[in-house]
């Protein structure tokens, strides 16, 4: 087809009429918050993880600040995490008053360094957020080793990786809690919606309070323990989560049948790198993104960012450094060369479309404008 006829999206959610079916049939109950759907998604979660609890919540960012709080970090405390994910890893940090400390990234895998992890911890860190990039799993045994040794709470940022194994384990599985988020673009979606796995019971119920504006379970409507917030998921969000889960397998295959088709197209390409897969590495693919090798410069990436787009093909830089968001600037004073390998990666991504609806022709296009381009 013509370029001018193309129009190949960067998401798509994969929605099936089970999902639509479910939303009907919760549409016709009295019960489209606060009934039986949101428990029944919460347990489905926490099997499908190995975890004992599941907290819904209205998003993976409203997850990440309810366990700020409900593991009592806030002003004058430290958290470790990345500087190459999306902004909400750090700025739940933020949420709460406490400070945000980053670690550089393996140019391999574009996770957390663990061998850089150590030299960050002072007397003030209080927990590190570990984010599985693109749905590759962070290397979680050496920084759970050191988490131990440095009596550290460790979050498991797992937003982008439901279903991705490490030595053979789930993500979700690992550390005090994890969160996921379930915005259309993820392998699970919800419309908007977030879960807390923990197999700590305590720490669960304080997340309950929180996300229902402070109230206890079992206590009157208008009795409030603490500070909460308007967190929930409806029951209409949750009826789609759990049918979600039920094809989860499916889902992902066809994700990974994307994603080879991606890799045999541009294997042996020079110019570009692919994220590296770590050994005893399922994946659960998120996006599929390349990263231009050193000899582009990043005016050269947005230039061809804008070339593909005029021929049809959405795509995005993918990320870009958190610790150089203006608001991240100004508090913090972070600067350039703060996180060299983390800014020579997000200088020169490129995210290419990647959903199920792709056909082996529509790859072969983009492969091949991107390689005109380069």
Not at 1 to 10: G, K, V
Not at 138 to 143: F, Q
Not at 314 to 323: G, L, V
Not at 357 to 374: A, F, S, W
């Given at each position: ?10 998401a ?8 639509i ?10 019960n489209l ?5 949101a428990?029944?998604?919460e347990?489905?979660?926490a ?7 599941g907290v ?5 960012t ?13 002003a ?9 994910s ?9 949420m ?14 574009w996770?957390?360094?663990p ?16 984010v ?5 799993p ?6 759970l080793?050191?988490a ?5 709470v ?5 937003c ?39 197999d700590?019971?305590?720490l669960?119920e304080?997340?309950?309070s ?11 409507w ?29 889902i ?22 692919m994220q ?8 659960s693919?998120?996006v599929?993104?390349v990263?231009?090798?050193d000899?582009?410069?990043p005016s ?13 093909i ?10 150089l ?9 972070f600067?350039t ?19 199920h ?18």
């Open positions: 087809a013509d370029a001018a006829t193309r129009d190949i999206p960067l798509r959610p994969n929605i099936s009429q089970a999902e079916d479910a939303v009907s049939a919760v549409m016709k109950t009295p918050s606060l009934g039986p759907k428990p029944e998604f347990r489905t979660m099997d499908y993880c190995g975890r004992r609890h819904a919540c209205s998003s993976g409203a997850a990440l600040h309810m366990l700020m709080i409900a593991n009592g970090i806030g004058g405390d430290e958290v470790i995490t990345t500087p190459f999306f902004v909400a890893s750090a700025s739940c940090i933020m709460v008053g406490a400070t945000p400390v980053f670690v550089d990234v393996d140019a391999g895998t996770n957390m360094d061998a850089q992890l150590e030299a960050a911890i002072t007397d003030k860190t209080k927990a590190i957020i570990v599985d990039v693109f749905g590759q962070a290397d979680m045994n050496p920084i080793a050191l131990e040794k440095h009596e550290l460790v979050i498991e940022d797992s982008e990786a439901l279903g991705s194994t490490y030595h053979g384990k789930r993500c979700g599985g690992f550390g005090a809690a994890s969160v996921f988020g379930f915005y259309p673009n993820k392998q699970l979606t919800t419309g908007e919606g977030g879960m807390i796995v923990t700590d019971a305590a669960a304080r997340c309950r929180l996300r229902n504006q402070g109230r206890d379970a079992g206590a009157g208008l009795l409030h323990a603490r500070l909460g917030y308007n967190f929930r998921l409806s029951d209409i969000n949750c009826a789609i989560g759990i049918v979600q889960l039920e094809r989860m397998q499916d992902i295959d066809e994700r990974s049948r994307v994603e080879a088709r991606y890799r045999a197209e541009l294997t042996g390409e020079p110019r570009v790198q590296g897969v770590i050994d005893n590495v399922d994946m693919w998120f599929f993104v990263r231009l090798n000899d582009y410069a050269r990436r947005d230039t061809i960012l804008t070339a593909l787009r005029d021929r049809g959405q795509c995005s830089n993918y990320f870009a450094p958190i610790h968001q203006p608001f991240f600037v100004e508090s913090f004073g600067s060369g703060d996180f060299p390998i983390c800014e020579a990666l997000s200088e020169r991504t490129i995210a290419l479309p990647f959903h609806e792709l056909t082996e022709n529509d790859i072969q296009y983009v492969c091949h404008e991107l390689k005109r381009l380069l």
